[in-house]
């Protein structure tokens, strides 16, 4: 549904860069759907190149960004926020959860030890939503998380990859318009919620650095053909869908757990499209010939923690078969 | 038509990160149409990001890289490649391109100085091909640049943002396969030839720096669903489509050029989809009412040179109303 | 006698990192002969380390900073500018010197361009003072200059490498005081006036950037034994020894001036220390017997430009030995 | 001692860069301490400076450095090593030493995770001798990091910032030639035992990175007036007065000790000329009336760890002093 609209506006000229009618009417979709009238949006292709810009151009050069150990920007980014100069400091990760007062404590002591100067000035923390865990924080650890930030003269930037599949989960107690206002900058992930590619960056009140867009064509990050990410935004700005997509996901990864949990499997707590769950090793090579998983964390000589993700295309189909492979366990 | 495949691929699951099945194909489809079996290539959205990629992968991180004063990245690229730490060393333009033997003199210069260790080292030459100007390279001039590096231990990178539109120019003597062979690196544009996004860079001696994936990750130019590449590079380099296309674009061109000489309007010299034109403010008002061209180059106080580009979406009705329009003038 | 008083504080236990008591007493006597009560002042250890770090420190990061083709930083720096992310934008010099016109109408032209923000941003103007050939600015060059700055939200950072030898030559028409009122930054050069390293970094209004000693220590720019920087300053600066050292050489240069003219030899028109002369390489052989001079830039095929410069340390014996060698010639 | 050598060379005219005849002298002198005919030296100023230069000068841009999590460029560099754009990657600490089994086996895992290629790779091990927390390795724990260095294409590099200290204590079973021959870059460090600054970096097997001299002059690390460091490291190297100078602040550390075990006051075990004491609050007051410590690292309620730091400038006097004040408790 997202791709037609790509296919159907391909033979109309547009306006390149960011400035085609499709991303103008995106972004005003969202600024609704954010209830931020004044909100500077952008968007960029994926999440990594999300990350390093936005940090890239919110920090001065001698800044750090503060992030749980599992953060996506420590493990998985290649050093890609190193790469523009800044120090990616660590904080104990609760399920890829930081916590505020713990945060509080660290930058308290940080200020109290007089040799501060010659270490990398945190002005930034960088936190997921879902977390690389499949976790959500509730609505007032985000809140308190942002009381620390402005007491240290910090922004508070929200990686929403999967944005999508949070919000839609039964155990988020919060919405978009809440979100965009207890955070200073935060995207709104669409390749891992049914677009091809794109994340929209979302500056809540008029508050994008300066030059922002020279910083993304700086990064390599701007589409000439900015209609890709326009059209499927506004696509999935229309009617809901980006949150019925996620909703689809969730409900599937419900029904995911149930299942797993019918037939008596251990699987963890998790309220996201993210299910993670503990299987033999013949359990896995048995499921392994139906469905499509991987391997998470070993657990003993014969069990390991196994990830399943459900998403917008997980089908009936899908599922059908997922319980016909449960039940020949 | 390269859009439907991406459409008829959607619902099929695939691997990610390049290694899905249309980037496979699509790479030795490239393979072959370069007489290159054992060339490395990577996938990129944009030439921005394939340059600063590319060049920040290939240089030691004290060294600079080569380029005509008019190169995009001197100009165009907010710094992109000074951004990874390199300096943009400049040489005069010659319509947009370079000359051999000045290249060779400034290098004897360079290091007949012997200051040099305190100046940036030049390690890389960046030509493009088409140049930003519309211009070509003959043969012989890209084999004189070639072993102007071997002599001086550096390596030639070409920019194909436009590579289709100057392979397909009746001006162009030389062959894809034969610029495999005089450069270390080049990149094939799709964006500018037809496709919604990406830029195939070719290392044609499977010569690609060690953990060149990692360092186009650590750029935020790795695309998670890299079919979206993948699927338009193998429809662009199936039945030499990429070369059909920009031989429509050089057609429509041409045509164009002799629409303009026929009105007696003054024409730059142009092998390309580019041509330039000298209009006067009146008739630039004249023909703004019914084709799109940008303003390039004041002339006098009444004249400037404007820019009318060609591409794959050029159609004969786009011709009939430049027609027209000209005839109105 | 600078290095004296580095003796003679050597057995005393001292404060590190710029905060050890000399240091501080330098600073206030440099803040005295800039009347800037409010200077912010900083002790580095050399010239490409100082320009580095302000211009790293006072640049967003997709920011450009604008110099003369022959500047330091543009030449001589091994890319130590673009090591921090920044691309050093030239404009043309005039012996060694840049044009506020042409840089207003450079400006002029890039912001009416409507592609700048695709441009890497200039918000920074460097200048030498004296330049790298030896030439002066007048104060109405400068207060120009920094005009055009303000003008387009610019700051302006005086390289004063040499700044003694500036001040001290009949030609220069404005003091130290003066200087620090017409631009944002600049630092007055110990190294080439009698110290044996030293740069004092001066932000006249105590308009440091947040965080500077941060950057500093970021930069490997910091001292840790400060002291050895303090009590050079401290020396330089007591009953104007600087000015006092700079005088010394500008007699010596302005002499040295008569005696090739005296001799028929042709010489630049030059008015500070670095002194350009006009030899046949017979006359450079003969000379290169008794004094030390280096070749500055090829002429003829017989004839080069060569470059003598004066100092603090040169003496009678000197000139002595110079009048001899040029009366032999 | 030092420093006269300097005030004796003054008037002297001397090649600059690192070019004079005291650092050529100097560098003959470390090569053979180190047994190393063939090894390249280079004379940088200070610690932060020489780990900021090695590290990017020998790591590809994409490539992450190990190092303890207690480590110096992890703490207290403000960022300079990511200023270069490469990440720290952190291990345990043990007491400021990493080890060679952990070592190995997060390399075996992190090769192990197909993902790698998504993660900075980690292509050198930094460890610090002796240790930030005054701690030495013994000679069989870096022969075995050098193995795994070995093992997986990762080079080793020993700040030896206070290096004297650790080869002159009695716990250390090695010497400076078998440092050599166990790793591929380490530095001397003249700062901190008795130098005004500088710090010799030696590659032992003449194996320093092409136009190291130039990344030393990007890094704004190379001194003008070179004889700085050379005058220095000549003189220290002399007659051994480098390790006379550490063997003197080790003597006057283990008195320390002494006098504290007798006074019943609890020390920590450490080997060099750093000394960790358990004071209470009152203790410290007294003390700090009459002698220079630092706090280290809080206790309880009312204790806390004080660090004492002995020197080559460590007297009798001082002593005395001490001892006097430790009685007094």
Chains 1, 2, 3, 4 share one sequence.
């Not at 920007?73 to 400091?89: D, F, L, P, T, W």
């Not at 003269?153 to 039964?170: E, F, K, N, Q």
């Amino acid at each position: 549904m997202v791709l037609q609209h790509l296919v159907a506006t391909n033979t109309e000229q547009s306006a390149s860069y960011g400035f085609d009618t499709w991303s103008e009417q995106a972004r005003q979709k969202i600024r609704l759907a954010c209830h931020c009238p004044e909100a500077d949006i952008f968007f960029l292709v994926g999440g990594t190149q999300a990350n390093a810009t936005v940090i890239d151009a919110m920090l001065p050069s001698y800044a750090a960004v503060i992030a749980a150990e599992t953060a996506h920007i420590n493990v998985h980014e290649s050093g890609a926020i190193e790469a523009s100069g800044h120090k990616v400091v660590t904080m104990p990760s609760h399920d890829g959860r930081i916590d505020a007062r713990e945060l509080d404590a660290y930058l308290k002591v940080f200020y109290a030890d007089e040799t501060w100067p010659h270490m990398a000035v945190p002005k930034m923390v960088y936190i997921t939503f879902p977390t690389e865990l499949g976790t959500l924080y509730q609505a007032h650890d985000i809140a308190d998380i942002f009381d620390v930030c402005r007491k240290y003269d910090m922004t508070l930037y929200i990686d929403g990859a999967r944005l999508g599949y949070g919000l839609a989960s039964p155990a988020c107690d919060f919405d978009m318009p809440w979100l965009a206002r207890h955070c200073d900058v935060f995207y709104i992930g669409g390749t891992k919620v049914g677009a091809l590619c794109g994340e929209a960056v979302v500056f809540p009140r008029h508050n994008a650095p300066d030059n922002f867009f020279t910083t993304v064509k700086r990064h390599g990050a701007l589409l000439a053909k900015s209609r890709l990410a326009g059209v499927q935004f506004n696509a999935l700005f229309t009617d809901d869908l980006y949150l019925k997509i996620a909703k689809h996901a969730i409900d599937k990864a419900m029904q995911l757990r149930q299942l797993f949990i019918d037939a008596g499997i251990s699987i963890k707590d998790s309220p996201t499209n993210q299910q993670f769950v503990v299987l033999t090793s013949e359990q896995r090579q048995r499921l392994q010939q139906h469905v499509l998983f991987e391997t998470w964390q070993p657990l003993t000589d014969d069990t390991a923690l196994y990830r399943f993700v459900t998403s917008w295309a997980t089908s009936d189909i899908d599922m059908t078969a997922l319980t016909k492979a449960i039940n020949c366990l």
